[in-house]
């Protein structure tokens, strides 16, 4: 058959057609194993999963068709035990399926620590060394001594906590400090305007104790305590003036702008 008698023949332009057919249907069948292998065009918001508790997870996990790993573990007391209290991918961050999401979830118990020896050193280092333990300073008494300053006793819950002894981690810790005969005086620091945990830390600093803590009427459940600023203080903090070591002041917290505000705007 000469070559015009072939192109010109049925059986060469269905083969044409039938290799056409077939190399478009490979392609697509190519394109779509692609499209299904990489879930392409189905990104989706990650959900919040920040406090549900891991079962629940599990589920929700299973239904958006993705994978969760465990990577830490901490204890928060006002979170539920075993609920996720961190997530990365953070929720609404766009990932498409199969994707592991790594959470934090809330211990059972709080972290345990050996409760280091406090007392026969000055009040300064066993403040220092109760950092380093992730331990707080609850309440100080002053007691007379010879030894001004020095840590005479540790307890916690009124019994004495001996060196060595499981505590959990973040326990406010009562020391016993003592004091010479006439007894030590300090300045009133101005709590006006600050957190609460920096008036905390002002009130160790200075030798003093944290007495009432009213909140006032901008709290609602949802509020976060954290984030209080002190607006009012018991006794004033008039410049010169000190009162004796140990003595407790009385702390008002708002979340109020407008009162923080008048609040620093307060001289003495």
Aim: charged share 20%; proline share 4%; aromatic share 8%.
């Amino acid at each position: 058959m000469s070559f015009k008698g072939y192109l010109i023949n049925k059986r060469f332009w269905l083969n044409v057609l039938l290799a056409i057919i077939l190399t478009i249907a490979l392609l697509l069948a190519t394109m779509y194993a692609l499209r299904v292998y990489t879930n392409h065009g189905e990104s989706f918001a990650v959900p919040d999963f920040t406090g549900m508790p891991l079962e629940d997870v599990k589920q929700e996990i299973l239904v958006r068709e993705l994978q969760f790993q465990v990577t830490d573990s901490l204890y928060l007391k006002d979170a539920i035990p075993g609920s996720v209290i961190g997530q990365m991918p953070e929720a609404g961050f766009m990932v498409k399926r199969g994707r592991t999401i790594f959470m934090t979830i809330c211990a059972t118990k709080p972290e345990q620590v050996a409760m280091p020896k406090l007392t026969d050193i000055s009040y300064r280092q066993a403040l220092n060394l109760m950092m380093s333990y992730g331990l707080n300073v609850g309440n100080v008494d002053y007691v007379p001594s010879e030894f001004p300053n020095l840590v005479l006793e540790q307890k916690q819950y009124g019994e004495v906590v001996a060196e060595g002894q499981l505590v959990s981690k973040g326990s406010n810790i009562d020391l016993t400090v003592g004091q010479n005969r006439y007894g030590e005086r300090t300045e009133i620091p101005n709590l006006l305007g600050v957190l609460v945990d920096q008036a905390n830390e002002l009130l160790t600093a200075s030798y003093l104790n944290v007495g009432a803590i009213i909140y006032d009427e901008s709290f609602d459940e949802e509020t976060d305590t954290l984030s209080a600023r002190v607006w009012q203080q018991r006794p004033e903090p008039v410049p010169g003036a000190k009162i004796d070591q140990g003595t407790s002041i009385d702390i008002w917290l708002t979340v109020d702008e407008e009162k923080i505000e008048k609040a620093n705007e307060k001289e003495f």
